[in-house]
């Protein structure tokens, strides 16, 4: 099978657009072209600058910045089925955002950003070395561990969330919700953004990283570099998705292992198209979770989850024979 | 000139390369032989850099390797390892094409494009060229790895065990390939075989490990004797002579 043909990420890249014009109109207020143009313009385009065009903006850079920190993670650690959720980032990161809201709850946003990543950054890095202590018999113990580490974190995250009262908040970092985004909420997803550029600038670094330390080395790059740089793109990335909406599961574990079946691993033609595709499939997601139960919403953690969990399932089974 | 001074490794106690100091001048082609666990991989990826060393001095054109940074090395010295387990969906084409990373840092210009196609050309890839690295068979892949490593286009070329998976047929074209690298660019190629004959035919000198010690070396015509195969590996082995070259019979 040949890698399909860069021309078509323009083709891809319209598709989206349209998904994403669509993700404006779509809601309990009345915005359509009649209202903006014709009965009550002020009410339909504050609904639309405060609302809808900001909660679009952050499902396109939550959901490309996401897809992209699957695919470092995936390359770094050379394995098909770590994410951010099956890493111990995501759990770590939500540890530190309570840690956060316990110890200096006036924190501002980009602080509370900031003491996440760092958590992010250790919870990944004990992933890493623990990794190093296992015997890896087969590809599918490396998520399994992360699982695992993940489980014990957000173990201690609730207990102490239980004895404090914080529940709810922890819970609304684990599922991730659009719902609530408005114009000035969702800034900090700019960030992964610029982040998810650092990554495509540094794409055959991380390329060269996925082959392994040895051919790394052999080709003059510097192994532990390229692995921090890593990590600290994945680590922010991870803090500012869940410190804006809230954790997206599945997403960075899907769109990589399905572009890489067409597009393969050369992350410098590969990275956009896991952008583009993370994107779309947390836009459809949410448009979908909008129109299912209207005017009730489903949140998109939940819609992904479902949708997710059985892709994952299929790719799991396909990928059987040469797993990893 | 690869300058070799009293290197040991250990592991945990265990000596797998013991004070072995060896020169080997540039030009040729140079085999490593030796039983399994002489420490022939290991004393490669201690020159290559990819495994420190517990004591001693490793220098390329005098360059010490654990101080030179590794891009500067990169563009002198390339290395393939044994076993790569490399899972990445990379096309034939994408992986030689990496080849050239020392050298491009990623921008590849016309001359690196030449590279890639001579590389591709040279291991008989043109038509796999598009293809991903998991839907090839063993030797398809080896000669891939192999594409890479020669199109870095360094001085010198380490390789831990070139010939695996290949038949008969590739093999030989392979090492008719390294002879004519050395002789045509003047390269430096050091490889680790297990095949003596294969040593025997197409090497200038080789060097012949035990436990982790060098114990004979020199040009096939000193080193495959009846004598140094029984020191080395404790076989019996006849040693004839066919068109001027040596060819060791051990199979009874």
């Known amino acids: 099978m040949k890698p399909l043909p860069i021309a078509t990420l323009p083709i891809a890249a319209f598709g989206i657009g349209l998904l994403a014009v669509w993700s404006l109109f779509v809601g309990v207020s009345d915005v359509s072209l009649a209202a903006l143009f014709g009965g009550a ?74 003491v996440a990543s760092l958590c992010a950054l250790a919870g990944t890095g004990l992933f890493l070395a623990i990794l190093r202590q296992v015997p890896l018999r087969s590809p599918l113990v490396v998520p399994l561990v992360g699982i695992m580490l993940g489980g014990v974190i957000t173990a201690m995250t609730e207990f102490v969330a239980y004895r404090q009262d914080l529940i709810q908040s922890v819970r609304g970092w684990e599922t991730g919700d659009f719902s609530a985004i408005l114009l000035g909420r969702y800034e900090l997803l700019w960030l992964s953004a610029a982040l998810t550029g650092v990554a495509y600038l540094a794409a055959d670094r991380f390329t060269v990283a996925g082959m392994g330390r040895d051919v790394a080395t052999n080709l003059g790059i510097d192994h532990r570099k390229v692995m921090a740089l890593g ?17 997206i599961p599945f997403l960075g574990l899907i769109v990589p292992n399905v572009v890489s079946l067409v597009r393969g691993d050369n992350m410098r033609g590969s990275l956009p198209w896991v952008a583009l595709m993370g994107a779309g499939l947390v836009l459809a997601c949410d448009i979908a979770g909008r129109l299912v139960i209207h005017p009730y919403e489903v949140p998109i953690g939940t819609m992904m989850g479902v949708i997710g969990s059985a892709l994952f399932l299929y790719l799991l089974l396909r990928r059987n024979g040469h797993a990893g | 000139m690869i300058d070799v001074k009293t290197i040991t490794k250990r592991y945990n106690g265990t000596v797998v390369v013991d004070g072995v100091s060896l020169s080997l001048p540039a030009g040729g082609v140079i085999s490593l032989i030796g039983p399994n666990g002489a420490g022939k991989s290991t004393l490669l990826s201690i020159v290559s850099r990819l495994l420190p060393m517990t004591s001693g001095t ?125 002789d045509e660019f003047g390269k430096t190629i050091v490889l680790v075989l ?24 020199g040009p096939p015509e000193v080193i495959i004797t009846p004598d140094v195969i029984r020191d ?3 076989v019996e082995a006849q040693v004839m002579e066919n068109g001027g070259q040596r060819i060791a019979l051990y199979y009874q």
């Open chain 2, 232 to 234: 080395v590996y404790g």
């Open chain 1, 41 to 114: 313009p002020d009410q339909a385009t504050q609904v639309l600058l405060v609302s809808r065009l900001p909660r679009t903006l952050a499902l396109i850079l939550a959901g490309a910045a996401m897809a992209v920190s699957g695919l470092l993670l995936q390359m770094l650690v050379r394995n098909r089925f770590v994410e951010p959720s099956t890493a111990g980032t995501a759990e770590s990161a939500i540890f530190g955002m309570m840690m956060v809201s316990l110890l200096a709850p006036e924190m501002p946003v980009f602080g509370r950003m900031a």
């Open chain 1, 231 to 247: 990590l600290v793109i994945v680590s922010m990335t991870t803090a500012a998705v869940i410190a804006t909406c809230g954790m």
């Open chain 2, 194 to 217: 297990h095949d003596i004959n294969f040593a025997s035919c197409y090497s200038d000198r080789i060097v012949a490990m035990r436990d982790g010690r060098v114990v004979h070396q």
């Open chain 2, 58 to 182: 490793v220098e390329i054109d005098g360059l010490d390797v654990t101080t030179t940074p590794g891009e500067v090395l990169a563009r002198r010295l390339s290395i393939l390892r044994q076993d790569n387990q490399i899972m990445s969906r990379l096309t034939v084409e994408d992986l030689v094409a990496f080849g050239r990373y020392p050298h491009s840092k990623g921008r590849l210009t016309d001359d690196d494009r030449g590279h890639i196609r001579n590389a591709l050309r040279y291991l008989d890839l043109e038509p796999l060229a598009g293809r991903f690295l998991d839907e090839l068979s063993g030797g398809q892949r080896q000669r891939a790895f192999i594409a890479m490593v020669l199109c870095q286009d360094t001085e010198y070329i380490l390789l831990d065990e070139p010939l695996n998976n290949l038949d008969v047929k590739h093999a030989v074209a392979m090492m008719k390939l390294f002879r004519r690298t050395a």
